[in-house]
């Protein structure tokens, strides 16, 4: 397993960027998959952005064009780039590591305002 810890949350006004910060307690090297999923007051987590051992990347349609996954395995980190945010992307964002199980963080708060 792998402890993650997010950070980079915020309030932002709409047409704004944050970027998200998920520091792994050890070495990246080899997890196979990482990425964020979301969770808006009363819906579903959803998979926001995933990105494998051999950098292919995989976006949810509504944040396509918008936001950008990338890992650093050096820094043991996986950053979630967002840009153009809309009030629809208010959410807390919750990092994963795909190891032997799938650990989560803690989530981090965005908020975007209208």
């Known amino acids: 397993q792998v402890q993650l810890v997010e950070s980079g949350g915020g309030l932002v006004q709409a047409g704004g960027s944050l970027r998200l910060s998920c520091a792994a307690s050890?070495?990246?090297?080899?997890?196979?998959?990482m990425g964020w999923y979301r969770q808006a007051p009363g819906k579903q987590r959803e998979l926001v952005a995933s990105?494998?051992?051999?950098?292919?990347?995989n976006y949810v349609d509504s944040v396509k064009g918008r936001f950008t996954i990338s890992r650093d395995n050096a820094k043991n980190t996986v950053w979630l780039q967002m840009n153009s945010l809309k009030p629809e992307d208010t959410a807390v964002y919750y990092c994963?590591?795909?190891?032997?199980?799938?650990?989560w963080g803690q989530g981090t708060q965005v908020t975007v305002s209208s």
């Open positions: 994963f590591a795909d190891v032997l199980a799938r650990s």
């Open positions: 050890r070495s990246i090297f080899s997890i196979k998959a």
């Open positions: 990105i494998t051992i051999g950098g292919i990347t």
